[in-house]
Nanobody
Framework: QVRLVESGGGSVQAGGSQRLSCVAS????????MGWFREAPGKEREEVAS????????YYKNSVKGRFTISQDNAKHTLYLHMDILGPDDTAMYYC???????????????????WGQGTQVTVSS
């Protein structure tokens, strides 16, 4: 079992930046696909970005490329999402997720998570 705890959400004005953190605990010795998903009111949950912990390879949803950066600190078992140039469309509940899958599946943009955090709200005002 892996426990994921997010932090760092809040309110920000359009054009601003925010960093989310996700601390993993439990069976963290494996290589994982870890990622950030978001769910806006009335919309389906979507993957925003992912990283394979074994080699650091990343995936980004097209709409966040160049604005969001996913990174990891393996020593701290922590996943980050740095978000720049935020807009109202980025308003959502953001979830940290993890799965034990192959790297090429992690980069697919369509993997299913085995473990989820409780979510942290990001609200961007115009």
């Amino acid at each position: 079992q892996v426990r994921l705890v997010e932090s760092g959400g809040g309110s920000v004005q359009a054009g601003g930046s925010q960093r989310l953190s996700c601390v993993a605990s439990g069976a963290t010795d494996n290589n994982f696909c870890m990622g950030w998903f978001r769910e806006a009111p009335g919309k389906e949950r979507e993957e925003v970005a992912s990283i394979y912990t074994g080699d650091g390879s990343t995936y980004y949803k097209n709409s966040v490329k160049g604005r969001f950066t996913i990174s990891q600190d393996n020593a701290k078992h922590t996943l980050y999402l740095h978000m720049d140039i935020l807009g109202p469309d980025d308003t959502a509940m953001y979830y940290c997720a993890a799965a034990i899958i192959e790297p090429f599946d992690c980069a697919s943009g369509s993997w299913s998570a085995n473990f989820w955090g409780q979510g942290t709200q990001v609200t961007v005002s115009s």
